[in-house]
T-cell receptor
Framework: GAGVSQSPSNKVTEKGKDVELRCDPI?????LYWYRQSLGQGLEFLIY????????KSGLPSDRFSAERTGGSVSTLTIQRTQQEDSAVYLC????????????FGPGTRLLVL | AQSVSQHNHHVILSEAASLELGCNYS??????LFWYVQYPGQHLQLLLK??????LVKGIKGFEAEFIKSKFSFNLRKPSVQWSDTAEYFC????????????FGKGTRLSVIA
């Protein structure tokens, strides 16, 4: 079946602009995760959604970052007033409910803030 | 807090050489362990995982990993590497208690030369 999809694949923006990144998880997966992959920092957890529970936002680096998940499916990660240090690849993953659900990753959105 | 340490930043091997990539984790409870691979230009893919049972886990493409609880280790091995194994390898861990975010190591870049 279809995997996790993300859009856009690449985004170039100017410092101070807002950006929205989209993730379509695998159908039926109740858990959805956002990670960031940057040089020197590796892969960092940002936020995750589990069913109808309140999201775990503990990984968000600042209040300029937010995410929502509509209807338990598609998720949007928003970065307000982008800074150059926000440049990274933003990865989305999804998994089945239950202990040990394997996370399947999308191709990522490469964000460059000029 | 959980943490994952991958000992090698960059490994260079000739084809047919044996591979072992080190991974140690720090966590006080029961964990799930994963190795993901990222081939050049591609997204993260699951190589293998350990949840419980036999500590020797076999994955795709001839890879295996051994969970040694007393050493908090989950090293990845392959007896004979191929040029196509050139990629970045990430060790990851999450808590074995429902869906939880992954904590990743910094990754090990493997270059296989002919």
């Amino acid at each position: 079946g279809a995997g996790v999809s993300q859009s856009p694949s690449n985004k170039v923006t100017e410092k101070g602009k807002d950006v929205e990144l989209r993730c379509d998880p695998i159908s039926g997966h109740t858990a959805l995760y956002w990670y960031r992959q940057s040089l020197g920092q590796g892969l960092e957890f940002l936020i995750y959604f589990q069913g109808n529970s309140a999201p775990d936002k503990s990984g968000l680096p600042s209040d300029r970052f937010s995410a929502e998940r509509t209807g338990g499916s598609v998720s949007t990660l928003t970065i307000q007033r982008t800074q150059q240090e926000d440049s990274a690849v933003y990865l989305c993953a999804s998994s089945h409910a239950g202990t040990g659900g394997t996370q399947y990753f999308g191709p990522g959105t490469r964000l460059l803030v000029l | 807090a959980q943490s994952v340490s991958q000992h090698n930043h960059h490994v260079i091997l000739s084809e047919a050489a044996s591979l072992e990539l080190g991974c140690n984790y720090s966590y006080g409870g029961t964990v799930n362990l994963f190795w993901y691979v990222q081939y050049p230009g591609q997204h993260l893919q699951l190589l293998l995982k350990y949840f419980s049972g036999d500590p020797l886990v076999k994955g795709i493409k001839g890879f295996e990993a051994e969970f040694i609880k007393s050493k908090f280790s989950f090293n990845l091995r392959k007896p004979s590497v191929q040029w196509s194994d050139t990629a970045e390898y990430f060790c990851a861990v999450n808590a074995n208690s429902g869906n939880t975010p992954l904590v990743f190591g910094k990754g090990t870049r493997l270059s296989v030369i002919a």
